[in-house]
């Protein structure tokens, strides 16, 4: 079973990106978080989303 949810550090290795790339992808609302106690969590599914709509690259 995937994790529904995965940590800002989890988000980052997931995505091959730092901290700051994270937290500014989720302040413009293409990373969808919640809350969990004093945590924030990154949804997996918004990680998905993303990635499915960035544009594809041709292979040369």
């Known amino acids: 079973m995937e ?5 800002i550090n ?8 730092g ?4 937290y500014a992808l989720i302040a413009e609302g ?3 978080t919640v809350k969990l106690g ?3 969590l990154v949804k997996t599914a ?5 990635i499915e709509s960035l544009p594809a690259t041709a292979a040369k």
Do not use: C, F, M, N
């Open 30 to 32: 293409r990373l969808e």
């Open 46 to 50: 918004s990680i998905h989303a993303l």
């Open 3 to 7: 994790p529904v949810v995965t940590s």
């Open 38 to 40: 004093r945590r924030t």
């Open 19 to 22: 901290r700051t790339s994270i």
């Open 10 to 17: 989890g988000a980052a290795k997931a995505l091959s990106l």
